[in-house]
């Protein structure tokens, strides 16, 4: 499978085989015989912000800093500026502990919780679009090539999904390539551990795409932003509430992305059509994700 | 496209029509010509216990009594033989308050919440299995006759999701009858609007099979569980600690159902295979709702 594509421009790329991440369970087909296949592994990681506990996310465990850092910092617990002084993560506990100069305490904000449509513990209600006052989202553009380009390539870059199913991903991309691939078996983990990524490496976001595999709901779109990354494409569907505020916010939201098909619902202005779609190959059955209506 | 499944056996349908569950929007597709599409909205509901704030829900909004009461229930919340004074819906507020005759106070069970993968503030994970010790789920059987026409029928029922994509649908069925069938912006809503309306009608659970849209995470093993339904199915895949409860708890769980194709990876011992798979046609185009590999 790895001669599928080319992984070789990606950061990170997903790594399938490696150990932990998936379990080999025997069940029965519809003939009833004994059929063996791959399942991948859910595992709880509970995130400490210094000495408070915040929350236990359900994870395939991998990249538990990223995805302490990207969780704290989507939720608006860690600001831009933080100074992190260390991150502790122990496998044998499932804890991971991100520690900051700055003394915080989030007991109130934590007593007020979001269950958002799709998955997480969200963001707090009240406070969902806070963190996002003024933001400007950059005027860059994108282009209609670079998102067949990455479709194509995420579809065919070996990964969780192709070897097990049952995961979402998330791949933060640069023009027509993509940089940082993470599934995990929430959608909202893959998105935090992009976020994680991008603070610990100093990413710039103005210039970035973000495509996932799961819905364009409100809390998609608010992470997006709050990441500061001005276009996010789905293979996906929206929901009514995803597009206001990405009208609301200026972010360019494509869906409904396959094959030769997408539609744009907010920030088109972003958009250069420089691809002819009858040129695009509809998806084949090997490449086909899967339906384009849901997540 | 109501001619196209005799939905007269629901006892709940979904209705795909009805106002406020769905929004046109315009935007552009691949070609840059207009587009309007439907999609589903999603509101924010804030459910109270008595007099204490529990958690905001991200719905589209329909059934806030029963996502009320079926959400409490599967947080063990509610007691099985809780008296339920009142349930008073105030739509302006975007607020449900469930009223019972106990003085309830979980102030310390919400302060610890998990993040589970898929969705939804989940249970407490030092709590997950709570309720559930000594659990006896029915010794019934469950016929893949029974499989195979339900998923013909649920994926032929007008709905949300053939409607507007973007959505969840959660199925109670009796043998080959599907009865009350749920969607929802999140698969965890869907499923506690179920638990509602199987508390309020006094519905028994022991004979029941649970079909669901979404992945089977542990969360969806344990609600099901919850709600005393020996049998839960569907479309989509496993994670490896899914199958390890439905074991645990002696649930039959069937996944990746399409077309003739299905696995058993738990509780095998319920299923009668009275069907030839041979004899079942695989999903056309228009029956085809996703891949069976993901959510």
């Known amino acids: 499978m790895v001669n599928r594509t080319n992984i070789s421009d ?42 408070q506990e915040i929350v236990t996310a359900m994870t395939i465990g991998d990249y538990p800093d990223y995805l302490a850092l990207g969780f704290l910092r989507n939720q608006g617990m860690l600001l831009a500026d933080d100074q992190i002084t260390a991150i502790d993560y122990d496998a044998e506990l499932e804890t991971v502990v991100v520690r900051t100069a700055r003394k915080t305490d989030y007991e109130e904000k934590m007593r007020k919780k979001t269950r958002t449509s799709g998955c997480a513990v969200g963001t707090v209600f009240g406070d969902m679009m806070e963190g996002l ?43 027509d390539k993509p940089l940082v691939y993470m599934e995990d078996v929430g959608r909202h983990n893959a998105v935090d551990k992009i976020a994680g990524w991008m603070l610990s490496s100093g990413e710039a976001a103005g210039d970035k795409i973000l495509y ?18 001005p276009v996010l494409a789905s293979r996906s569907g929206f929901t009514a509430w995803g597009i206001e505020i990405a009208n609301e916010l200026g972010l360019t939201l494509i869906g409904r992305m396959r094959g030769k098909r997408f539609i744009c619902l907010s920030g088109e202005g972003r958009l250069i059509r420089d ?15 899967k339906g384009a209506k849901n997540e």
Chains 1, 2 share one sequence.
């Not at 009858?278 to 086909?288: F, H, N, R, S």
């Open 10 to 51: 990606f950061v990170i790329a997903p790594d399938p085989g490696r150990d932990g991440l998936t379990r080999k369970v025997t069940g029965r087909d519809h003939t009833g015989a004994l059929q063996e296949i791959s399942v991948v592994e859910e595992r709880p990681l509970t995130i400490f912000l210094n000495a």
């Open 212 to 229: 996932t595999t799961g819905r364009l709901t409100s809390e998609m779109v608010i992470k997006t932003a709050m990441m500061g990354i």
């Open 133 to 175: 006052e003024g933001l400007e989202l950059p005027d860059c553009e994108v282009r209609t090539s670079w998102l067949y380009a990455l479709a194509r390539t995420i579809n065919l870059t070996p990964s969780l999904y192709l070897e097990a199913g049952a995961i979402h991903g998330t791949v933060l991309c640069h023009k």
């Open 275 to 289: 691809a002819d779609p009858d040129l695009i190959k509809d998806e084949g059955q090997k490449t086909a994700r």
